[in-house]
C-alpha cells in the first residue's frame, strides 16, 4: 500500500468514526489545505457525491491543491457567498506569476474568495475582511486584493508587519491565512443559510 492510501485510510476511518458517534445529523463542513486536500476530495467522493450524506453537506474548502474541473459530478462549485452542498478551492500566487508546470490545457476550478464565486473579475482589497500572519496579534483587514486567471488565484503581495521578507511567488503556506476572516464568517453565513432552510 502506497503511503497516501496508507494516510487516507486514517482520515477515512477517522470520519467514520465521527459519523458513527458525533455527528448525529448535524451539517458538515469539509475543511482541508495541500495534502490534506487530496484527501478530502476522495472523501467527498467516497461518503458525500451521490448519497445521502450529500444532505448534510454545507460546503467543502477545498485548498491548496487543483481540483479538476470533472473531478465531482454531483457537487457543484460555489458560485455565491450564501449557496450550500457546493465546494470552493484556490491556489495562491503572486500576481501575474504561473508556475512552470502549469498546463492551460487542462481545467481547474478557481474560487474568488473575495467574491465567493469563480468569475475572473477582479476582486478589490477593500473587499478583504482580514488576514492573519505570525507577526501581528490580529487581522489586518482590507490587505488582499484576488483575481482568478486559468485555475490560480493571483494576489498581490499584502503589507503586514514582516512582509519585506515575504519574497515567494507562490502563497501556498498562506492560503488560509491570507483570506482567514472571509472563510471564517463565510462558513458561518453558510451554515446559517443551511439551518435555515432545513
Known amino acids: ?3 497516501f492510501d496508507l494516510a487516507y485510510e486514517d482520515v477515512k476511518r477517522a470520519f467514520e468514526y465521527y459519523l458513527q458517534h458525533y455527528n448525529n445529523g448535524r451539517p458538515i ?3 482541508s489545505h495541500s495534502q490534506g486536500t487530496t484527501h478530502a476530495k476522495q472523501l467527498l467522493k467516497d461518503f458525500f ?3 445521502a450524506l450529500q444532505t448534510q453537506l454545507v460546503a467543502a474548502y477545498l485548498v491548496g491543491i487543483p481540483v ?3 473531478y465531482f459530478e454531483t457537487l457543484p462549485p460555489c458560485e455565491s457567498p450564501d449557496q450550500i452542498g457546493c465546494f470552493v478551492t484556490w491556489r495562491s500566487y503572486k500576481f501575474g506569476y504561473f508556475p512552470r508546470w502549469h498546463d492551460p490545457s487542462v481545467k481547474i476550478v478557481a474560487t ?3 467574491f465567493w464565486n469563480t468569475s475572473t473579475t ?3 482589497k477593500e473587499l478583504s475582511k482580514g488576514l492573519v500572519v505570525p507577526s501581528y496579534d490580529g487581522y489586518l483587514p482590507q490587505r488582499v486584493d484576488a483575481l482568478v486567471n486559468n485555475g490560480f488565484l493571483w494576489v498581490h503581495k499584502p503589507k503586514f508587519p514582516g512582509s519585506a521578507f515575504f519574497n515567494r511567488r507562490n502563497f501556498h503556506i498562506a492560503d488560509y491565512n491570507l483570506f482567514y476572516v472571509d472563510v471564517r464568517e ?3 453565513r453558510r451554515t446559517e443559510v443551511f439551518l435555515k432552510r432545513r
Request: zero cysteines.
Open 1 to 3: 500500500m502506497r503511503a
Open 29 to 31: 463542513i469539509i475543511a
Open 186 to 188: 463565510n462558513a458561518k
Open 122 to 124: 477582479p476582486a478589490p
Open 49 to 51: 457525491e451521490g448519497k
Open 112 to 114: 474568488n474568495p473575495l
Open 68 to 70: 479538476e474541473a470533472d
